[in-house]
């Protein structure tokens, strides 16, 4: 004769498997691709209009905030709102639309080639792939790290 599972212990497993496919929906997601001329910036509102500048930050809720330059999701990343933390990431420049993480990319800042911002900072996948092309486009060599330290909020000298 087969015994019955109680049903209390049914619902215990069905709570406990809800839980799980819920944990897993929400789990950590990675950057998400920038609809062109439609996304705007969360930092300074502009639409994000050129594949090859830019960044994200997924957020611990999942929630991402894209922007159209490093200046702009530097400059989110030291202020209040990017105290919480989350994941950063940049465009790699030589592969326009492809995130790398900020704290592995390398950057090229004060370049010949203007970003969004005017403020002439380039990513790119690491700080070697960003010294073979500073003898190209210019600039000073910096990791994710030093540019916090060392750079400006957009709009400002």
């Known amino acids: 004769m087969r015994r019955l599972v109680p049903p209390r212990r049914l619902t215990i497993l069905a709570v406990a498997l809800l839980a799980a496919l819920f944990a897993a929906a929400c789990g950590a997601r990675g950057p998400e691709p920038i609809v062109l001329n439609e996304d705007p910036c969360d930092f300074c509102r502009m639409t994000i209009s050129d594949s090859r500048f830019g960044g994200e930050v ?78 190209m486009l210019g600039g000073t060599v910096l990791t994710w790290a030093q540019l916090l330290a060392e750079s400006t909020a957009p709009g400002t000298p």
Request: hydrophobic share 40%; aromatic share 8%; charged share 20%.
């Open 58 to 135: 997924v957020l611990a809720t999942g929630r991402v905030k894209k922007f159209d330059s490093v200046e702009c999701l530097a400059s989110w990343a030291r202020s209040a709102a990017g105290k919480g933390g989350g994941t950063l990431y940049v465009i790699d420049l030589q592969h326009p639309g492809s995130f790398v993480p900020a704290t592995t990319a390398g950057f090229l800042k004060g370049a010949t080639l203007k970003s969004p911002m005017g403020q002439a900072i380039l990513s790119f996948a690491d700080t070697a792939r960003a010294e073979q092309q500073r003898t």
